[in-house]
């Protein structure tokens, strides 16, 4: 049984304008791994989430989580996950103390189970010492890791985190990547949304691409790369006439991606670089690339 499964999802908002948010969504997410989506803005990731947190209705198709029918059995799925919010607001007056405990609490841990949960995730996230501060006089970042510490402290089978380390220093990024490895480690489920892709290269076993509601990848990371033909790019800093006989070009301002098939074809373009005193550097493609490709968007192609 899949952690998360949905089949068909379909989500129409009716207001002044129709939109179509998901076009028919089926996603598998297995039991204890860590699952990310990725998708342009309004892609459909948070309209994805909030119907399987039971928060939103679909239009039509299904949902489960641990089996449970979003739908019909919308209790039993919610004692069963942890929700962080894209636009999740924290209450001025309590604490990031009162947020772990309590939620904890709330969750049916004993006191003392609660006391341990909340200590263990505020730590995790680096806020130990800002425990007894209100909210209020958190900033962002430091508001955002009360937000996550309690989920985290909630010992939740399902984790759904709608961009939890956006807005986050990259240290703090790193303490939430590796508490969120740790519930995997321990069996949990992690379903995340990023557009952070080295966030998504690092820490997830699989991930979707959506793209104007509808999945447009799924798999680990090497498999969605080989969805792209090219193995290779060469960002090449400069003024280089006939780029494109290497390879697909992509023009960033001043320097250019070429994406080249072979390594051979690569190397001789950074040779030529070099010979011409044009600056290089070659590596393999990064999920960036990739994602750039499915999702379209790309500047300057073909020059
Ligand atoms: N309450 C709503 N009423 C009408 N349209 C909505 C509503 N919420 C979202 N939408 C639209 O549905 C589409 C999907 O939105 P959603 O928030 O799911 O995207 P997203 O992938 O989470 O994007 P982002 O990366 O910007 O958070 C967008 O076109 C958005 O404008
Ligand atoms: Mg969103």
């Given at each position: 049984?899949?952690?998360?499964?949905s089949?068909?999802?379909?989500?129409?908002?009716?207001?002044?304008?129709?939109?179509?948010?998901?076009?028919?969504?089926?996603?598998?997410?297995?039991?204890?791994?860590?699952?990310?989506?990725?998708?342009?803005?309004?892609?459909?990731?948070?309209?994805?989430?909030?119907?399987?947190?039971?928060?939103?209705?679909?239009?039509?198709?299904?949902?489960?989580?641990?089996?449970?029918?979003?739908?019909?059995?919308?209790?039993?799925?919610?004692?069963?996950?942890?929700?962080?919010?894209?636009?999740?607001?924290?209450?001025?007056?309590?604490?990031?103390?009162?947020?772990?405990?309590?939620?904890?609490?709330?969750?049916?841990?004993?006191?003392?189970?609660?006391?341990d949960a909340?200590?263990?995730?505020?730590?995790?996230?680096?806020?130990?010492?800002?425990?007894?501060?209100?909210?209020?006089?958190?900033?962002?970042?430091?508001?955002?890791?009360?937000?996550?510490?309690?989920?985290?402290?909630?010992?939740?089978?399902?984790?759904?985190?709608?961009?939890?380390?956006?807005?986050?220093d990259?240290?703090?990024?790193?303490?939430?990547?590796?508490?969120?490895?740790?519930?995997?480690?321990?069996?949990?489920?992690?379903?995340?949304?990023?557009?952070?892709?080295?966030?998504?290269?690092?820490?997830?076993?699989?991930?979707?691409?959506?793209?104007?509601?509808?999945?447009?990848?799924?798999?680990?990371?090497?498999?969605?790369?080989?969805?792209?033909?090219?193995?290779?790019?060469?960002v090449?800093?400069?003024?280089?006439?006939?780029?494109?006989?290497?390879?697909?070009?992509?023009?960033i301002?001043?320097?250019?991606?070429?994406?080249?098939?072979?390594?051979?074809?690569?190397?001789?373009?950074?040779?030529?670089?070099?010979?011409?005193?044009?600056?290089?550097?070659?590596?393999?493609?990064?999920?960036?690339?990739?994602?750039?490709?499915?999702?379209?968007?790309?500047?300057?192609?073909?020059?």
């Open positions: 049984m899949e952690a998360v499964r089949a068909g999802l379909i989500k129409v908002y009716r207001g002044k304008e129709v939109v179509e948010a998901l076009k028919g969504v089926n996603i598998s997410v297995r039991k204890g791994e860590l699952f990310t989506l990725l998708g342009p803005n309004g892609a459909g990731k948070t309209t994805f989430l909030r119907i399987i947190s039971t928060q939103l209705l679909p239009t039509k198709g299904e949902a489960y989580v641990l089996g449970y029918d979003v739908l019909n059995e919308p209790k039993e799925v919610r004692k069963r996950i942890a929700v962080v919010p894209q636009d999740a607001v924290t209450y001025g007056m309590y604490t990031p103390w009162e947020y772990a405990y309590y939620f904890a609490l709330l969750r049916g841990m004993s006191k003392a189970d609660a006391k909340a200590e263990r995730a505020l730590k995790t996230v680096g806020i130990w010492e800002l425990k007894n501060r209100t909210c209020l006089t958190l900033s962002g970042g430091e508001k955002k890791r009360a937000i996550i510490a309690a989920a985290l402290s909630s010992d939740a089978e399902v984790l759904m985190l709608d961009e939890p380390t956006s807005g986050l990259a240290v703090a990024r790193r303490r939430v990547w590796s508490a969120l490895r740790e519930m995997v480690n321990k069996g949990k489920t992690v379903l995340l949304t990023t557009h952070m892709m080295e966030e998504a290269e690092m820490i997830s076993d699989r991930l979707a691409i959506i793209n104007k509601g509808l999945v447009i990848a799924e798999g680990d990371v090497s498999e969605v790369k080989r969805l792209v033909k090219e193995r290779y790019r060469v090449v800093w400069g003024q280089f006439n006939k780029l494109s006989e290497y390879g697909n070009v992509t023009r301002g001043d320097r250019c991606i070429v994406y080249i098939d072979s390594e051979d074809v690569s190397l001789e373009l950074l040779r030529a670089c070099l010979g011409r005193g044009l600056k290089a550097e070659i590596s393999t493609v990064t999920l960036e690339d990739v994602f750039v490709r499915l999702v379209g968007g790309i500047e300057g192609e073909g020059s």
